[in-house]
Nanobody, 121 residues
Framework: QVQLVESGGGLVQAGGSLRLSCAVS????????MGWFRQAPGKERQFVAA????????DYADSVKGRFTISRDNAKNMVYLQMNSLKPEDTAVYYC??????????????WGQGTQVTVSS
């Protein structure tokens, strides 16, 4: 089993920044691609960003390209999501996930509990 714990969410004004972190334990971290997804109230969970096992490849949803950056530290078993120029529409619960590299929910086998990000206008 793989356990994922997100942190770093909170309330921020539009235009501000937040950095989300995800601590991973249980199995060899570098065996998994990592992704971030988000779910706003009343909406489906959607892809935000992904990073491959050795950070060779990254992928982003069009809505966050140029504003968000995903990264990982295999020595620390951590994955991060740096979020800049935040907009009210970025408000959601953000989930960290481990699995194979991709932008679909079905690419990921393990999920964290989520961290709330609220962007005020």
């Amino acid at each position: 089993q793989v356990q994922l714990v997100e942190s770093g969410g909170g309330l921020v004004q539009a235009g501000g920044s937040l950095r989300l972190s995800c601590a991973v334990s249980g199995r060899t971290f570098s065996n998994y691609a990592m992704g971030w997804f988000r779910q706003a109230p009343g909406k489906e969970r959607q892809f935000v960003a992904a990073v491959s096992r050795l950070s060779i490849s990254t992928d982003y949803a069009d809505s966050v390209k140029g504003r968000f950056t995903i990264s990982r530290d295999n020595a620390k078993n951590m994955v991060y999501l740096q979020m800049n120029s935040l907009k009210p529409e970025d408000t959601a619960v953000y989930y960290c996930a481990a699995g194979r590299y991709g932008n679909s929910l079905h690419d990921y086998d393990y999920w964290g509990q989520g961290t709330q990000v609220t962007v005020s206008s």
